[in-house]
């Protein structure tokens, strides 16, 4: 089955760094890559995803990119706010006429100070 | 604000007690997938319903089971409850096909003591 790695597990940041979340996996036949936030006792939301015929997509001050070959992943934040801390859920899904059945990596907790 | 909603929102057992947990999926959602989050962990995959039958199962126990039913709501059954089974159980919702976004609710914390 689909297993995912995330780095790093914490990140610290000033506010108006960038921070970048980096994830590997290990089925080349995923092609479907979300990224979530989750804010503490919350649920998680969906913030960013990339599917696999895309290299790099940008919505605002997020970014992702995905290497197909290389078979990893990143979340760029820049410009970072105090809001932006959360704990951060990069996953991958194959291909699935019913939906994504979605294996999550272990999270990286964003801490960005002020 | 997402359309699924899970009832209990918390839920304490004892060991060996079976529960039952709820959700409802978000209108126009055809698939529910429930997932297990235990503390400081991403969530893992136990299994997903579509048309009132189990659509692909993780690395979870026959203990672990589930219903869809004509609305699309889903339950999740857990028998002879463990420790280890004390988690977030979240569920998430979405419209059958490849890469549609999943929609989560806002999870049941179950204790088992």
């Known amino acids: 089955g689909e297993n995912v790695e995330q780095h790093p597990s914490t990140l610290s940041v000033q506010e108006g760094d960038s921070a970048v979340i980096k994830c590997t996996y290990s089925?080349?036949?995923?092609?479907?890559f979300p990224w979530y936030k989750q804010e503490l006792g919350k649920r998680p939301q969906l913030i960013i995803d990339?599917?696999?015929?895309?290299g790099e997509k940008k919505d605002q001050r997020i970014a992702v990119t995905l290497n197909k070959t290389a078979k990893h992943f990143s979340l760029h934040i820049t410009e970072t706010q105090p809001e932006d801390s959360a704990v951060y859920f990069c996953?991958?899904?194959?291909?699935?006429?019913?939906?994504?059945?979605?294996?999550f990596g272990g999270g990286t907790r964003v801490l960005v100070k002020p | 604000e997402t359309g699924v909603t899970q009832s209990p929102t918390h839920l304490i057992k004892t060991r060996g007690q079976q529960v039952t947990l709820r959700c409802s999926s978000q209108?126009?959602?055809?698939?529910v997938s429930w997932y297990q989050q235990a503390l400081g962990q991403g969530p893992q995959f136990i299994f997903q319903?579509?048309?009132?039958?189990?659509?692909g199962r993780g690395n979870f126990p026959p203990r672990f089971s589930g219903l869809q039913f004509p609305n699309y709501s889903s339950e999740l059954n857990v028998n002879a409850l463990e420790l280890d089974d004390s988690a977030l159980y979240l569920c998430?919702?979405?419209?059958?096909?490849?890469?549609?976004?999943?929609?989560f609710g806002q999870g049941t914390r179950l204790t088992v003591v």
């Open positions: 990339i599917r696999s015929n895309v």
């Open positions: 089925d080349s036949a995923s092609n479907y």
């Open positions: 319903y579509y048309r009132e039958e189990e659509n």
């Open positions: 209108s126009g959602h055809n698939t």
């Open positions: 998430a919702s979405s419209f059958a096909g490849e890469d549609t976004e999943a929609f």
């Open positions: 996953a991958a899904s194959e291909p699935g006429a019913a939906g994504n059945k979605l294996t």
